[in-house]
């Protein structure tokens, strides 16, 4: 599976972005599906993990009860709902596929390219 991450832009401390990421392959809804981050100097860190009917959602504690993982397998998509945003979101957001539910990157063996979340306080 091919994956592309868009939606990502410049937006002001409280407040909301929705990140889209597109998935090439027949094999979709098969896939668990992750969203990572990264700054410069850092390592990817985990953000959000869903299953591939939906039915399982998997956050870091710094973005629970701010951030939606959500699917949709007919259109072969995933989205992350931040709201609430803070200047510490602020990073390279990744789409990434693995076999399973899993907060390690090292369990995604499939990356989009990221899409640049900036939030100015």
């Known amino acids: 599976v091919q994956l592309q991450a868009s939606g990502g832009g410049l937006v002001q401390a409280g407040g909301s972005l929705r990140l889209s990421c597109a998935a090439t392959?027949?094999?979709?809804?098969?896939?668990?599906m992750g969203w990572f981050r990264q700054t410069p100097g850092k390592e990817r860190e985990f953000v959000a993990a869903?299953?591939?009917?939906?039915?399982?959602?998997y956050y870091a504690d710094s973005v629970r009860g701010r951030f939606t993982i959500s699917r949709d397998n007919a259109k072969n998509m995933v989205y992350l709902q931040m709201i609430s945003l803070k200047p510490e979101d602020t990073a390279a957001y990744y789409c990434?596929?693995?076999?399973?539910?899993?907060?390690?990157?090292?369990?995604?063996?499939?990356w989009g390219q990221g899409t640049q979340v900036t939030v100015s306080s």
């Open positions: 990434a596929a693995a076999a399973v539910l899993s907060s390690g990157s090292r369990d995604y063996r499939n």
């Open positions: 392959g027949r094999t979709f809804s098969s896939y668990y």
């Open positions: 869903i299953s591939w009917s939906g039915g399982r959602t």
